[in-house]
């Protein structure tokens, strides 16, 4: 078999971290982009948005939100994700951009 259909299958096992997984971005799918404004989080959610992560996370999907922002704006992205979730929040280290794990309640 091929090394990358195997590995697609492989990530695609039901008992795989990665199966029922969702990577989304923060400005321009949850959050309003542009303009720039200093990085500073403009107000609520775009509309939609966190009706349908609630129900992605409800029917048993993983979602993890990435950005590129520059890392002081980290902290202040996932107390806002919290914030309107109502969920916890975890902040994945070690990568280049900042991602965030919202773990269902």
Do not use: Q
């Not at 002081?72 to 929040?89: C, F, G």
């Amino acid at each position: 078999m091929n090394p990358l259909r195997t590995r697609a299958v492989n990530l695609a096992r039901v008992d795989s971290p990665s199966a029922r997984t969702i990577c989304i971005d923060f400005d321009g799918v949850i959050h309003p982009e542009g303009p720039w404004d200093g990085g500073r989080l403009r107000g609520a959610p775009l509309p939609g948005a966190v009706e349908r992560l609630r129900a992605l996370m409800d029917g048993g999907w993983r979602i993890v939100c990435f950005t590129a922002r520059s890392s002081e704006y980290h902290e202040d992205i996932a107390n806002y994700l919290a914030h309107y979730l109502d969920r916890k929040v975890i902040v994945l280290p070690g990568a280049e951009t900042a991602y965030w794990e919202i773990v269902p309640a």
